[in-house]
């Protein structure tokens, strides 16, 4: 899966993904993660990629061109045939918008970008980005929750260290996504190992018990207690399914 990342602040993101599980991930081709400066395609001499905003307001904004001319060039660089955005804001590749006007990131979305094959991230920075290139590139708004930010970049790397480790191959395990929280809708259970007793705490005697059937059990109800106590709005919605 390809992760192609626009932005002011490649060495932001570069660090960061190039560690533990994800770094492994990477170095073993399952993902790659392309950061692309938006500054590289800024039209004057300066590389200035922001201005005042029409209407007066503190901040800058980031200009319309340069982000539009960077995401045709990583467009072009996938493939070629796919065609760029239109007015209308059709493209075949998806151009996620990272904001905190977007629905907000949760496991079920991530779980459904991870079937794409190539993503487009936009970090906006400053006051944001002219709107009228959003309308035109954009087709996903995503936030990661409901605070503001200084810059898309943070936002970029939790979307992607999510959807990556849903990538077939990224975790050791292939099944271990189906035992953690939000796969089912519900919290974990409590984990628990070595040594027995820690600060005179013993671990749950049913887990030692090598009974697979009471194990599942206890974690089934364990899972269930957790998601009332802590994320009721979470156990509402499970409910609702169930
Ligand atoms: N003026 C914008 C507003 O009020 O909606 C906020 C701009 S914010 C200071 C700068 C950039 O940070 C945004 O363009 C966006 O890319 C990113 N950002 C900030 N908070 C975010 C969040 N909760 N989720 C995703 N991206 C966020």
């Known amino acids: 899966m390809n992760f192609h990342v626009m932005t002011l602040f490649p060495e932001m993101i570069d660090p960061v993904l190039n560690t533990s599980i994800i770094g492994r991930a990477v170095k073993s081709g399952l993902i790659n993660i392309d950061t692309v400066n938006i500054r590289d395609y800024a039209f004057n001499k300066h590389s200035k990629v922001d201005d005042y905003t029409y209407g007066g307001g503190a901040g800058m904004l980031m200009q319309a061109e340069p982000v539009y001319l960077c995401y045709r060039s990583v467009v072009d660089g996938i493939r ?3 065609g760029h955005a ?3 804001g059709s493209t075949r590749i998806r151009c996620i918008y990272l904001t905190p006007q977007g629905r907000v990131f949760d496991q079920e979305t991530a779980g459904e970008l991870s079937k794409e094959e190539d993503l487009i991230l936009l970090c906006g920075h400053y006051e944001g ?3 009228r290139v959003l309308e035109e590139i954009v087709t ?3 936030s990661i929750g409901d605070y503001v930010l200084t810059g898309g970049e943070i936002p970029a790397m939790v979307l992607i260290d ?3 480790r849903l990538v077939p191959g990224v975790l050791n395990n292939d099944l271990s996504p189906e035992y953690e929280s939000f796969y089912d ?3 974990e ?3 628990y190992s070595r040594p027995e007793i820690w600060h005179d705490r013993p671990v749950p005697a049913v887990l030692l018990s090598g009974h697979h059937e009471n194990i599942e059990k ?3 109800e364990q899972a269930i207690i957790r998601t009332m106590e802590r994320r009721p709005d979470l156990w509402d919605k499970y409910k609702g399914k169930s």
């Open 129 to 131: 980005i002219d709107e």
């Open 162 to 164: 999510a959807v990556s």
């Open 140 to 142: 996903d708004n995503i």
């Open 185 to 187: 809708g519900l919290l």
């Open 80 to 82: 070629p045939d796919a």
């Open 218 to 220: 206890w974690r089934r």
């Open 189 to 191: 259970y409590p984990q």
């Open 86 to 88: 239109g007015k209308d």
